[in-house]
């Protein structure tokens, strides 16, 4: 039991010299492989784990070239390992970039194929329907514009255009009415 005692301490005051000897030496080392002088010096410490895992150190017989080893190792387990991550991040943005890039052209052919029926729907007003409609929401004129323009007063060009939109209504269903209103907003009526 004694003689166990005094190996381990042995081994203990050994394991404890090399740290101290070689522990910058291998952070330097790991460092100019990884450029984080973080992650070497976790690196390095993984490397001194490894020998204590193996329990007989004194065994190895030249212990500064098995910690080197095991540095390097570690460091190229890392690399491979954060451009594994790298690609896999990199295919991920590729995928996302790909399904917004699908979704806008899906979305933009919808919104199209709406603003074709909300066109056809405007197109079968009346004309006295239609026309302060379109100067009002196509060419974004004021309501006293229109009146000027068509020889009304502008309380009957507000009166047509609120009965060219009750019309729409009627005719739309709630949401192509909702949809029509936002596409085609007026900013400001007189």
Known sequence: MKKLILNQLGSNVLLEHVFKQLHKPLVFYAYKFVGDEDIAKDLV???FLNIIRIGN???????????????????????????VESAHHENESKIVTREIEYYNAHQAIVERELKDKLLIAIEGLPDIYKTPLKLSRFENLKNTEIAENLNLPVRTVETRIYRALSILRDKLDKNMFQLFMLLLPKTNPN
Do not use: G, M, P, W
């Open 45 to 47: 410490q993984d490397a």
């Open 57 to 83: 150190y004194e065994a190895l017989e030249n212990l500064k070239t098995f910690l080197y080893k095991c540095v390097r190792n570690n460091c190229i387990n890392h690399l491979n390992h954060r451009a």
